[in-house]
């Protein structure tokens, strides 16, 4: 009875520390989500490259799927559409050992063909640590209507 009363003892003092770790683990997720976002408004494919795993592929909201070398094809090229904002709330990320699933709403803002738009998605990114860091190996994002 005392070993078991000890262990609980030692477990509930020891839980804080389990939280702030995985909240640490989360927010750091989210800042490589940040950095990306930054990365795309500025077109800077250097930094959009160095936060994709080589692997990476997107699916895009009509099913299609797209490269690494295809998403950065894109940010090399003249931009049909200006982008003023991108943003992203209700966040959820859920952090599996060296696997970590985020999911947001994003809300992009900007002018096309002369006329101001809004369009919000569901995004989910797939991210894998790997060499001390986060780089995301995968998304996926869905138009919401």
Not at 50 to 71: A, C, D, W
Not at 80 to 106: C, F, M, P, W, Y
């Amino acid at each position: 009875m005392k070993r078991w009363i000890l262990t609980f003892v030692v477990f509930i003092a020891a839980a804080p520390s389990f939280g702030q770790t995985a909240r640490k683990a989360e927010l750091s997720v989210v800042q490589v989500i940040d950095r990306l976002i930054e990365a795309g408004l500025k077109r800077d494919v250097q930094a959009i490259d160095r936060l994709y795993s080589p692997t990476f592929f997107h699916t895009n909201p009509n099913g299609t799927i797209m490269t690494k070398e295809q998403v950065l094809a894109i940010y090399k090229s003249p931009s049909v559409a200006h982008i003023d904002s991108s943003t992203h709330d209700e966040d959820r990320v859920v952090i599996l050992g060296k696997t970590a699933i985020a999911n947001n709403r994003a809300v992009i803002k900007g002018i096309a063909d002369g006329k101001p738009f809004e369009s919000k998605y569901r995004v989910t990114y797939i991210l894998q640590r790997q060499h001390g860091r986060w780089l995301i190996v995968a998304s996926h994002a869905s138009l919401i209507l």
